[in-house]
């Protein structure tokens, strides 16, 4: 079967990438895009709307959560704990950020988002 595939398979036709890479690669080029961006309130609203947006679809999770929302949805989950620590940690760190009113930094942003891109490798 693999033989016939490969006999009518035009060559130089790129695959389509899977539905997990995809997203993966989706969430890679927005924050790459946001980081070129000069740092403000409304850049991080949108790091915080991908982030969001990310974890509900890898997770396959109806609709973006809060973070109280997200900590009961990811215990469902079957996901290392190591890595429902790192996304709950960094949750919790834009959850305070957001509706505490805390001033962040640029350099935490950059922090949150290197935070953010390893999470998206490891899922």
């Known amino acids: 079967m693999n ?3 490969k006999m009518f398979q035009k060559k130089g036709v790129k695959k389509v990438p899977k539905k997990r890479d995809e997203l993966k690669h989706q969430a890679i080029v927005k924050l790459s895009k946001l980081k070129q961006k000069k740092f403000s309130e409304k850049i991080f609203d949108e790091f915080i709307f991908v982030f969001r947006l990310f974890i509900s679809k890898k997770l396959d ?6 973070h109280e929302e997200l900590v009961g949805k990811i215990s469902e989950k079957r ?3 190591s890595i429902k620590k790192k996304i709950l940690d960094l949750s919790s ?3 305070e950020i957001e509706f505490k009113n805390i001033k962040i930094t ?4 950059r922090d ?6 390893e999470i998206i490798e490891l899922v």
């Open 3 to 5: 033989l016939i595939k």
């Open 106 to 109: 640029k350099e935490e942003y």
């Open 93 to 95: 760190r834009i959850n």
């Open 79 to 81: 996901i290392k704990p």
């Open 61 to 66: 999770i109806k609709k973006q959560t809060t």
């Open 112 to 117: 949150i988002i290197l935070k953010f891109e």
